[in-house]
């Protein structure tokens, strides 16, 4: 009896460290990388500059990404950034080239500062593509 109660007892240990590995996964950041690599790079380039293969087919040139601080006296524009790329807020000088991936890269979401205190809910993958396209810009 207490050889049964013991396997049962290990049994069940080893389901619920089982059944703890895909919360682990399901909680693993978006790559900001990788996520730029697909669905920017085309256009933006590699670096950011905007001299992706695709930008010389494009009716209006794709920004220059680096330039984005500097354009915002030294303070990188996360909530501008983020907006742009979800499809919420674009102004009339945007370029119908440039996809809305706000339904896209849509899934778990984060909770992201957007200033003065205010935080709002953004989907994970916006928030690691803004992370990484924060480091193309020049200190």
Known sequence: MRKTWILGLAALAASSVAG???QER???????????????AACHGPSGQGDGTLAKDLFMP???????????DGIFPRNYVVSTM????RGEHFSGAMPEFGVKL????????????VVTP???????LADY???????
């Not at 979800?86 to 807020?89: E, K, Q």
């Not at 953004?122 to 690691?128: H, I, N, Q, S």
């Open 106 to 117: 849509a899934g778990k979401d984060v909770i992201m500062e957007t200033g003065d205190g």
């Open 86 to 89: 979800d499809g919420y807020a």
């Open 20 to 22: 703890c590995v895909p």
């Open 122 to 128: 953004t989907p994970a993958a916006l928030v690691a």
């Open 62 to 72: 794709p920004s220059d990404l680096t330039a984005l601080s500097a354009n915002n």
């Open 26 to 40: 399901e909680h693993t950041q978006p790559s900001g990388k990788r996520l730029y690599a697909e669905n920017c």
């Open 133 to 139: 396209i924060e480091g193309f810009q020049a200190e």
